[in-house]
């Protein structure tokens, strides 16, 4: 399955994202995944990216379209994908639409989570991830057993240093100028499922199987 998961930040695009994967092993593509591993490499275009990042706005469109065809070309993705944060601006979707019809092929769905503000200020300040094997914590929701250790490697935790309360508003409104428009671009499209991302995780998940038409026994 190609599939593309939408919504605003910290709706939980990625927990459900990583968890898809590893039960369908479908590549999950992350473009701030992949954009935050260049800013910490210091690459050249990791260091255009940051400013960008930090300040909670979009990375301009022709450095993350080239990141994304790149990686859709790689072994792993011709099977199916998950697009965790990707296409972001109308004009990423008609890149990524054109791009795969030259292939022959396309996006089979679409996801659009939905959750309320309040929520997401409350996730996203809340949210730890682990910084050796990426594991997403959250300090009330999904606490670790041990303060600032991961359960799963016993890697630190750490915050990302877009997760202030003054960045998160920015980046919520960034979400709705420029990325909420490819609700209606997708709807239009007939390949938009709805999923009630206020749930607790588990019910996201079975809601998300089902939606995409995916055994949930
Ligand atoms: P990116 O990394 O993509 O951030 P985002 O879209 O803002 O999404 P998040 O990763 O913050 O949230 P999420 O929806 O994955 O939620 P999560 O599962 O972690 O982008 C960062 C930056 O990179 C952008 O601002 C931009 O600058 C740049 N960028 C990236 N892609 C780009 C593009 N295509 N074009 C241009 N620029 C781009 O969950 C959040 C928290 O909530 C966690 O703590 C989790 O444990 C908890 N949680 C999750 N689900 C639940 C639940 N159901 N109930 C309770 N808690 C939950």
């Keep these: 399955m190609r599939l593309v998961f939408l919504g605003p930040p910290g709706v939980g695009k990625g927990t459900q994202a990583r968890r898809l ?20 490499q210091e690459t050249p275009l990791g260091v ?32 199916g994908f998950i697009l965790d944060g990707f ?14 019809s030259s292939f022959g ?7 659009f989570f939905k ?23 959250h300090i009330i929701y ?7 250790k991961c359960d799963q490697c016993g890697g630190e935790l750490f915050q990302r240093s877009d997760d202030s309360e003054d960045t998160v508003r920015r980046r919520m ?16 499209r007939g390949i938009l499922w709805e999923v009630n991302g206020e749930q607790n995780p588990d019910q996201v998940y079975r809601q ?6 995916l055994n949930n026994d």
Excluded: F
């Excluded at 309040?118 to 682990?130: A, F, V």
């Design 21 to 40: 994967s590893q039960e369908y092993n479908w590549p999950q593509i992350a473009t701030g995944d992949i954009l935050r591993e260049a800013v910490a």
């Design 48 to 79: 255009r990216a940051k400013e960008y990042m930090d300040r909670g706005d979009l990375v301009p469109d022709e450095i993350v379209v080239g990141i994304v065809k790149e990686r859709l070309a790689e072994p792993d993705a011709q099977e």
């Design 87 to 100: 296409p972001r601006t109308v004009n990423q979707a008609q890149e990524l639409e054109a791009e795969l």
């Design 105 to 111: 092929s396309g996006i089979d769905a679409v996801v």
């Design 115 to 137: 959750v309320s503000e309040k929520e997401i200020i409350r996730r996203l300040t809340g949210r730890r991830i682990c910084k050796t094997c990426g594991a997403l914590y």
């Design 142 to 148: 999904n606490p670790p057993a041990v303060e600032g």
């Design 173 to 188: 409104e960034v979400y709705l100028a420029q990325t909420a428009p490819l609700i209606s671009y997708y709807r239009s």
């Design 208 to 213: 998300l199987k089902e939606v995409l038409g």
